[in-house]
């Protein structure tokens, strides 16, 4: 009598999983990475704050980077969708715009920002701006992911 035999074949088969699938929270960037890249945005005013912290903003340029292409693949998907589209564009230039423009107001009126701390309370401006923006970004990708359809397969001739 083979015991093996028969639990084997008394057993239901198992269920198949459907990984294809995605829902909205797989897409979902972790929240440090937001973090990561909140730092890197302030890293023009932590290094006018601390001049010798390049070392540590290289090593977490490097860490994002390293992790960005490995813990994070899944999600490639919603990365090619905020790199394509206007909005991560849009978001670049605000940033932009928002650090030159800021400075440049504050040399007109003559309140340029030369202290420690004046440039820590914009580190820490840039980096929360930083990550509002991008969180609204990836709502808005992950909107237009998960309403329109993928396209069919175009079968071969």
Not at 102 to 118: C, K, P
Not at 120 to 145: D, H, K, P
Request: with cysteine; proline share 6%.
């Amino acid at each position: 009598m083979d015991i093996l035999k028969k639990k084997t074949a008394k057993a239901a088969p198992a269920e198949t999983i459907d990984t294809g699938a995605m829902t909205p929270a797989d897409y979902r960037l972790p929240i440090w990475f937001f973090g990561f890249e909140g730092v890197l945005a302030a890293a023009f005013d932590i290094l006018r704050a601390f001049p010798s912290a390049w070392p540590v903003l290289l090593l977490l340029l490097a860490v994002n980077i390293i992790v960005s292409l490995t813990m994070m693949r899944r999600r490639l998907r919603l990365a090619k969708a905020l790199w394509r589209g206007k909005e991560t564009r849009k978001v670049a230039l605000a940033l932009v715009a928002l650090r030159i423009g800021s400075h440049f107001l504050l040399n007109a009126v003559g309140l340029a920002v030369t202290s420690t701390l004046g440039h820590l309370f914009f580190a820490c401006v840039m980096s929360a701006v930083t990550i509002g923006l991008l969180a609204y970004s990836q709502q808005t990708a992950i909107r237009a992911l998960t309403s329109s359809p993928d396209p069919a397969p175009v079968p071969a001739a």
